[in-house]
Every structure is written in structure tokens, then in C-alpha cells.
């Protein structure tokens, strides 16, 4: 089984570890690329080595974590500072369209692939960079993992409960948003080269990724002086917009304008919150949140949350339950939109995992797909293809 999509034909060479990097490198894949996964000899991707652990029959353990963000990939373990291995990567990037590294700042220099030393040589190379600080700056050649960004990008300020301790989003988005910011910029830099017929080097920092996503928290604080903080679920200018306690648990509901908020209290037989002077319009509804809150919870607490989904969704109210993961991967609209897909692992079998959110009318979402490799498992072809076989 190979990768099919827009990208096929193109070459995708991947010298990236853990998340970031390898995220991106499958989404180019999943979207068609052919991504030849470049690793260090013995131990390879340290993601090799992190849990989740599955078990397959004949007792051969694999790395969960490792599976999930490599799917489709070849794998070609090299020691860049070995002259033989040299020669096969030098080979893999004549016929490269794009590189994607993600080592700090100056690694790639020290080892004389850096995008200087590489952009004559090879001029129509895109050449994509994933780090935790970017390439320029006072912070250029500091390490940095996905908490480190959610930290330093203000992220985790904003995560939580008022009074509550610094608390990191329950998925890695420090490096999953720089690994879509990569695919972005890569597949700009794809679009530049057919107007320019030249490469380019795309630079994506963690940081910079998580100042991009932190959207009003910065225009809230620009506008009134005031250091945004934890809000829980709620969102710090539309209200209702949270999740909110029922019966036997909680679910979010979400009102942007004052006729969905008028929907909701008819759906809770409180039509005279709609002309309430506190809550007629959002402004008012933001300025007495707490006040909103406690009298909706006072009616939403007398009924079980499948009731009031119900009723919510009969009325069109943009509403849902709190799902866990397992609800999610049984959930009828992500089944539907093959958000579950399958790897056909040669040892484990078919393994679910997380699909490819990008649908194109134009190119198949396949229901499968290509397993993740075994370190160095695709050397002889690779060769053989390169000719130095």
C-alpha cells in the first residue's frame, strides 16, 4: 500500500524525531508525498521508545506513540557523521523536494547541512526547519518539548481554573500547531517553487506557534491593560459559552448571538431571560456571567444530560456532550468523516488511530493505511533505488 493524493510524485525527506517534525511529515504523506523517514542507527526515533506499548502475538513490542505519527513512512537509519552514510543522504537529497529537520539551531550547520551550505546546490529544495525557538533570536539554540512551548507561549496561563496551578492542554499542541504551521508553510513553498522554479527554507517555531493560536487573549489585553488568566470552559466574551453542570454530569453549550441565547431559554422554559436587562444582550450576559450561570445550572441540574441534548439539538443550539476518548472513536459523525482509520500493521494487525482532517473532493480519504516502519527497515530498496545498491 502506498500514499496517494495531491502530493504524490513528490519526495519528502524526513530527519525529524518525536512529534513535530514527524507530524508534519505524515500529514504530507497521508496527503500523498513519498516520506522517507531518515533515522540515527540502533536506538532511531526516541519516540520509539515511548508509551503506549502494544503486544503482538509472537511477543514483538511496539512503541504506540511511535505508530501513530509515522504511518506510511520508509525508514533508512543513517550516521550523518559517518562519510559512507553521507554519501546515501547527499543521494536522497538530489532527488528530495522537501527536507524537514527538526533539531535546535545550528545543528543542522554543525553537521554542513544547513540551509545555506544546501541552497545552490540543491535550488529547487524546500527546506522545512521545526524548532522550539526558530532559527533567529536570543532563544535559537535552546532545547525545548511541547510543554516548555505551552509555557513560554502563554498557553498555560490561559489553561485551567481561576486560583488553580499552571496546567498544560491535555494534547501536545505546542508541537501538533507547529507541525500544521510546517505543512502550511511547506506546501506554500511548494506553490512558490511553481511560479519561481526555486526552493525556500520554511522556518516554524513552537513559540511562534502558540503566540499565533493565542487569538483574543492578546487583542483582550491590548484593548483593556488587563492580563488575561484561567477561565475554566468559558470563554472570556460570549455568554453562555462553557460547559455547564446537568443531573448526572455536564454539557457544553454555546450561544454567539441573542437568538440562540433566546432558544436556550425557551428550550429551559425561562423565556423571560431574554429581556432581562442582564442577559438581553451578550455585553450584559458577559458583564453578569457568574449570575447567568448559577440560574441556568439551577434548571439544567434537574434533568439528565441526554435530555437536554435532545431538546438543544431539536432547537438547533450549537450544543454536545463532554466526550472521553472512547466516546470520540464511537462517536456516528467522526466514524463518518473517517476520522478512525486503520494502519495494517505487519505484526499487530490493523491498529485504529486518528485520521487526516483535510478531505479533498478531488482525491480519496483512504478507510487504510500504510503501517509505520521498522527502523531501517526499506535500506535495500532505498539503495537500490539510489543506485548505490
Same mark, same amino acid.
Not at 40 to 54: E, F, Q
Not at 236 to 249: E, R, V, Y
Given at each position: 500500500?502506498k500514499?496517494s493524493?495531491?502530493?504524490?510524485?513528490?519526495l %519528502?525527506?524526513?530527519?525529524?524525531? *518525536?512529534?513535530a517534525?514527524?507530524?508534519?511529515?505524515?500529514m504530507?504523506?497521508d496527503l500523498?508525498?513519498? %516520506?522517507?523517514?531518515?533515522?540515527?542507527?540502533v536506538?532511531?526515533d526516541?519516540?520509539?521508545?515511548y508509551?503506549?506499548?502494544?503486544t503482538?502475538?509472537?511477543g514483538?513490542?511496539?512503541?504506540?506513540?511511535?505508530?501513530?505519527?509515522?504511518?506510511?513512512k520508509?525508514?533508512?537509519a543513517l550516521?550523518?557523521?559517518?562519510?559512507a552514510?553521507?554519501?546515501?543522504?547527499?543521494?536522497?537529497?538530489?532527488?528530495a523536494? *522537501?527536507?524537514?529537520?527538526?533539531?535546535? =539551531?545550528?545543528?543542522?550547520?554543525?553537521?554542513?547541512?544547513?540551509?545555506d551550505?544546501?541552497?545552490?546546490k540543491?535550488?529547487?529544495?524546500?527546506? @522545512?526547519?521545526?524548532?522550539?525557538?526558530?532559527?533567529?533570536?536570543?532563544?535559537?539554540k535552546?532545547p525545548?518539548?511541547?510543554?516548555? @512551548?505551552?509555557?513560554?507561549?502563554?498557553?498555560m496561563?490561559?489553561?485551567g481554573?481561576?486560583?488553580g496551578?499552571p496546567t498544560?492542554?491535555?494534547?501536545?499542541?505546542?508541537?501538533i500547531?507547529? @507541525?500544521?504551521?510546517?505543512t502550511?508553510?511547506?506546501?506554500?513553498?511548494?506553490?512558490?517553487?511553481?511560479k519561481?522554479g526555486?526552493?525556500?527554507?520554511?522556518? *516554524?517555531?513552537?513559540?511562534?506557534?502558540?503566540v499565533?493560536?493565542?487569538?483574543?487573549?492578546?487583542?483582550r489585553?491590548?484593548?483593556?491593560?488587563? %492580563?488575561?488568566g484561567?477561565? =475554566?470552559s468559558?470563554?472570556?466574551?460570549?455568554?453562555?459559552?462553557?460547559?455547564?453542570?446537568?443531573?448526572?454530569?455536564h454539557?457544553?453549550? @454555546?450561544?454567539?448571538?441573542?437568538?440562540?441565547?433566546?432558544?436556550?431559554?425557551?428550550v429551559?422554559?425561562?423565556?423571560?431571560?431574554?429581556?432581562?436587562p442582564?442577559?438581553?444582550?451578550?455585553?450584559?450576559?458577559?458583564?453578569? *456571567?457568574?449570575?447567568?450561570t448559577?440560574?441556568?445550572e439551577?434548571?439544567?441540574k434537574?434533568?439528565?444530560?441526554?435530555?437536554?441534548?435532545?431538546?438543544?439539538?431539536?432547537?438547533?443550539?450549537?450544543?454536545?456532550p463532554?466526550?472521553d476518548?472512547?466516546a470520540?472513536m464511537?462517536?456516528?459523525?467522526?466514524?463518518a468523516?473517517?476520522?478512525?482509520?486503520?494502519?495494517?500493521d505487519p505484526?499487530?494487525?490493523?491498529?485504529?488511530?486518528q485520521g487526516?482532517?483535510?478531505k479533498?473532493?478531488?482525491h480519496?480519504?483512504p478507510?487504510?493505511?500504510p503501517?509505520?516502519?521498522?527502523l531501517?527497515?526499506?535500506?535495500?530498496?532505498?539503495?537500490?533505488?539510489?543506485?548505490?545498491f
Amino acid at each position: 500500500m502506498k500514499n496517494s493524493g495531491p502530493f504524490t510524485g513528490l519526495l %519528502v525527506v524526513d530527519l525529524t524525531r *518525536v512529534l513535530a517534525g514527524p507530524y508534519c511529515a505524515m500529514m504530507l504523506g497521508d496527503l500523498g508525498a513519498r %516520506v522517507i523517514k531518515v533515522e540515527p542507527p540502533v536506538r532511531g526515533d526516541d519516540s520509539r521508545h515511548y508509551g503506549p506499548y502494544l503486544t503482538a502475538q509472537s511477543g514483538k513490542v511496539k512503541s504506540g506513540y511511535f505508530l501513530s505519527v509515522n504511518r506510511g513512512k520508509e525508514s533508512i537509519a543513517l550516521d550523518l557523521k559517518s562519510e559512507a552514510d553521507r554519501k546515501v543522504f547527499e543521494a536522497l537529497l538530489s532527488r528530495a523536494d *522537501v527536507l524537514i529537520e527538526n533539531y535546535r =539551531g545550528g545543528t543542522m550547520e554543525k553537521l554542513g547541512y544547513g540551509y545555506d551550505a544546501l541552497k545552490d546546490k540543491h535550488p529547487r529544495l524546500i527546506y @522545512a526547519a521545526v524548532s522550539g525557538f526558530g532559527h533567529t533570536g536570543p532563544y535559537a539554540k535552546r532545547p525545548a518539548y511541547d510543554m516548555i @512551548a505551552q509555557a513560554m507561549g502563554g498557553v498555560m496561563s490561559l489553561t485551567g481554573h481561576a486560583g488553580g496551578p499552571p496546567t498544560r492542554v491535555g494534547t501536545s499542541t505546542g508541537d501538533i500547531t507547529a @507541525a500544521l504551521f510546517a505543512t502550511i508553510g511547506v506546501a506554500t513553498a511548494l506553490y512558490d517553487r511553481e511560479k519561481t522554479g526555486r526552493g525556500q527554507k520554511v522556518d *516554524v517555531a513552537m513559540l511562534d506557534s502558540q503566540v499565533g493560536v493565542l487569538e483574543n487573549a492578546i487583542s483582550r489585553y491590548v484593548a483593556t491593560g488587563e %492580563v488575561p488568566g484561567k477561565l =475554566g470552559s468559558r470563554h472570556p466574551s460570549i455568554a453562555p459559552f462553557a460547559a455547564f453542570a446537568t443531573k448526572d454530569g455536564h454539557i457544553a453549550l @454555546a450561544a454567539g448571538n441573542d437568538d440562540l441565547f433566546a432558544r436556550i431559554a425557551r428550550v429551559l422554559g425561562r423565556e423571560a431571560w431574554a429581556s432581562d436587562p442582564r442577559f438581553a444582550t451578550n455585553p450584559e450576559r458577559v458583564r453578569h *456571567v457568574d449570575a447567568l450561570t448559577a440560574e441556568m445550572e439551577a434548571v439544567l441540574k434537574t434533568r439528565p444530560s441526554r435530555e437536554w441534548l435532545a431538546l438543544l439539538d431539536e432547537a438547533q443550539v450549537p450544543s454536545g456532550p463532554i466526550n472521553d476518548v472512547a466516546a470520540v472513536m464511537s462517536d456516528p459523525q467522526v466514524l463518518a468523516r473517517n476520522m478512525i482509520v486503520e494502519s495494517l500493521d505487519p505484526d499487530l494487525g490493523p491498529i485504529r488511530m486518528q485520521g487526516n482532517p483535510v478531505k479533498l473532493s478531488a482525491h480519496e480519504d483512504p478507510k487504510t493505511r500504510p503501517a509505520a516502519p521498522e527502523l531501517d527497515e526499506d535500506r535495500a530498496h532505498i539503495l537500490e533505488w539510489l543506485g548505490l545498491f
